[in-house]
């Protein structure tokens, strides 16, 4: 069991048949009164965020979450394919359950395929992921104003800022969790 007053970013807990997992939390201690746990939460399956104040004292069932590293086949339609890197097992997952990141995904790419009991809810791409520009219009000389972007289309089809520097067949780095452009791939 785990008790309001436990709880931590990343924590998971099942309540009223749903798992939700803690993205903020902050203990309150007025001068008046009991203290409380405001919390914002969000549901693991649906990704709707919440915020309530707990009790410290309330109980929940701790979720286990299940994190299988899986590789990135194919895709075939809605359905895209992950194969266990353990024993070797495919699994059709689908396009719905993916995520935004999943766009900076390429085949043959580890992720972490996330589950409770036994359903998939999710799929976490590796947080840095190294993509070949395949096309972006060459820097203007002179346009040299600080921090200046312009669009590049990536391998996978996303389009990510980066300097005007950067020039189509380059291998730049990517941070999935925000779409950013973090550097030039030192591979």
């Known amino acids: 069991m785990l008790s309001a007053g436990d709880f931590r970013n990343g924590k998971t807990f099942e309540m009223d048949g749903q798992?939700?997992?803690?993205?903020?939390f902050q203990h309150v201690k007025?001068?008046?009164?009991?203290?409380?746990?405001?919390?914002?939460?969000?549901n693991v399956i649906t990704g709707a965020v919440v915020e309530r104040s707990f009790n410290p004292t309330d109980k929940f069932e701790e979720a286990v979450?299940?994190?299988?590293?899986?590789?990135y086949l194919y895709a075939d339609g809605d359905l895209y394919y992950f194969m266990d890197t353990e024993?070797?097992?495919?699994?059709?997952?689908?396009?719905?359950k993916l995520g935004d990141a999943f766009k900076f995904v390429t085949e043959n790419m580890e992720c972490k395929v996330l589950s409770f009991k036994?359903?998939?809810?999710?799929?976490?791409?590796?947080?840095?992921?190294?993509?070949?520009?395949?096309?972006?219009?060459?820097?203007?000389?002179g346009d040299t104003a600080t921090n200046v972007t312009k669009p590049a289309t990536v391998e996978t089809g996303a389009v990510v800022?980066?300097?005007?520097?950067?020039?189509?067949?380059?291998?730049?780095?990517i941070d999935t969790r925000t779409g950013e452009y973090l550097g030039r791939s030192k591979e």
Do not use: H, W
């Open 19 to 24: 798992v939700f997992q803690v993205v903020e």
């Open 30 to 42: 007025p001068g008046k009164g009991a203290a409380f746990v405001r919390t914002k939460y969000k």
């Open 65 to 71: 979450i299940e994190r299988r590293n899986m590789q």
């Open 87 to 96: 024993t070797y097992e495919q699994e059709p997952i689908n396009g719905s």
């Open 118 to 141: 036994g359903n998939v809810f999710g799929v976490e791409p590796p947080t840095f992921v190294d993509l070949v520009v395949t096309e972006t219009e060459p820097g203007v000389r």
């Open 161 to 173: 800022r980066v300097p005007l520097f950067i020039n189509e067949g380059e291998k730049i780095q």
